[in-house]
């Protein structure tokens, strides 16, 4: 499938997604000089966008990327999606009600959830997509620190949504706690516009993510250096610590690309099963 990224910061959200085997990146859109160049050397042949304001991208079967977490993160005045940056949520939507994409990938913060998932989602639920919220931290695929974030998944069919939903449900049962939102039995309702609570997990790890966890191997990661300052010489590198600070963890989006692709088999494989059984009830 053809992968269209927004906010793209150093790519690490489609990095993920094709690691998952889900297509190709065909389109980018970054406003950072810095995050540009880095998105160059990576995919050299991709057209990067630098304003989304206004954009008319080439079309894409995914669309991914985060929005601006200022007016959501508990660091700033928390104005929400009514803030000057997090505000650009409603260019991204614009965008999928233009581009119609199968699948939309959208993540942001985790603890300011209340300033965007409930809306975000019921302005996808007038699109007419489904959608699930998903909760997932970089500590579950192995790396040294925390980083919760919210992955809102959607696509037309929620027949798909729910397969997706059952997988992660399953998963996270596996670990022993509950990371989505609270979406009553049997999956995600069409009009249950994310009003549930996130279920704080009762064990939460801190490292050494579940071995083949969402079809991802858990890797082994090494420690950085320990950044204390300006006075230790850091400005010439703060573009780049910016840009791995502003990132999601590919593995991570690796695993959200992983469930996308077990709802879609398991979809064509009961596609295939009622053909079959329709070919048969008429040859009978």
Known sequence: ????????????????????????????????????????????????????????????????????????????????????????????????????????????????????????????AELHYESVPLRLAAAEVGAPHQRRRVFIVAHPDRVKIRHLSERYQLDASERGHTLALDLGEGGPAPHAYGEGQLQQGATERQ???????GGCSSHAWSAGPTVRGVDDGVPHRMDRLRGLGNAVVPQVSQVIGTYIREAMRLVRNHDACASIEEREDNES
């Not at 690691?19 to 970054?30: F, N, P, S, Y």
């Open 207 to 213: 490292g050494g993510g579940r071995p083949g966890y």
């Open 1 to 124: 499938m053809r992968i269209g990224s927004l906010f793209s910061g150093i790519g690490g959200l489609e990095m993920g997604l094709e690691r998952a085997g889900l297509g190709h990146t065909v389109w980018q859109c970054e406003s950072s000089p810095y995050a540009r160049r880095v998105l160059a050397k990576h995919w050299p042949n991709v057209p990067c966008f630098e304003d989304v304001v206004g954009l008319r991208p080439p079309d894409a079967d995914i669309i991914c990327g985060g929005f601006p977490c200022q007016n959501l993160s508990p660091a700033g005045k928390r104005a929400g999606l009514s803030g000057e940056k997090s505000g650009l949520w409603y260019e991204y939507k614009r965008i999928i009600e233009v581009k119609r994409p199968s699948w939309v990938v959208i993540e942001n913060v985790h603890h300011g959830w209340r300033k965007w998932v409930p809306t975000v989602r019921r302005q996808l």
